[in-house]
């Protein structure tokens, strides 16, 4: 427990004047204000280094949670789970009715060549992205969805949707746009086609991705506190 005695210095040093471990000199600082304001200033200067303290122990908490963050991003997965779902939404605009409703018996040619160029754009950037990504789930993934693409290579190839040997797609809108719409159709409108199947597997590698983050993510941080404190006894 705090003794404020201790502050004052002399509360033992008078024995004529004193009453146990009280003196008058106490009590004279006391009656004209000094041992209020010393108590102030005792516990403010308490406070200040508390807060002090506080204060350095959040600066390095985000010290150590950006160094995770920054650890996580070299990874790779932020990325690729960004560009997993724009492939999932591209693909899965393909596969809507609305698209493929005809209006005076014709099909809206230049909206469903602007919807096939998005989700071959967005599969691109999957496959360019699968690259620099470390994950074994997220490889599975991919692997899983460049094979089911070189199963309908020739039937893509025909409504002008080539795979070449990376695996990424190349779009000739003129033979797109003179591509049979069933054809077309066949291929993205419908749950089991094959844009609904890209769509699907375009959300395991969100999900996969997002997993590994976490993973990874917890792992950083718990390896640059465990350093942190290490480093403090070297």
Not at 94 to 106: H, S, T
Request: no cysteine.
């Amino acid at each position: 427990m705090f003794d404020i005695t201790s502050m004052l210095g002399n509360s033992n040093t008078n024995s004529n004047n004193s009453l146990g471990s009280f003196s008058f000199t106490d009590y004279a600082a006391i009656k004209n204000g000094s041992y209020g304001k010393l108590v102030k200033s005792y516990y403010a200067g308490t406070d200040k280094a508390n807060n002090d303290a506080k204060a350095s122990s959040a600066k390095s908490s985000d010290s150590v949670k950006s160094k995770a963050a920054a650890e996580v991003d070299k990874t790779g997965l932020t990325q690729i789970k960004k560009d997993a779902d724009e492939l999932k939404t591209s693909a899965e605009a393909l596969a809507g009715n609305d698209l493929w409703n005809a209006a005076d018996g014709k099909v809206d040619t230049a909206k469903i060549t602007s919807a096939v160029k998005s989700f071959a754009d967005n599969y691109n950037k999957v496959i360019d992205q699968a690259s620099k990504v470390s994950s074994k789930e997220v490889s599975q993934d991919v692997k899983f969805m460049t094979g089911m693409t070189d199963t309908f290579s020739k039937v893509l190839g025909k409504v002008g949707i080539t795979v070449g040997t990376d695996g990424k797609m190349t779009v000739d809108e003129d033979a797109l746009k003179k591509a049979d719409t069933s054809t077309l159709k066949s291929l993205f409108n419908g749950n089991a086609a094959y844009g609904s199947q890209i769509a699907d597997k375009a959300g395991s590698i969100y999900r996969d991705a997002d997993m590994s983050t976490t993973i990874y993510g917890s792992n950083a941080t718990a390896s640059s506190a465990l350093s942190s404190v290490y480093n403090q006894f070297i």
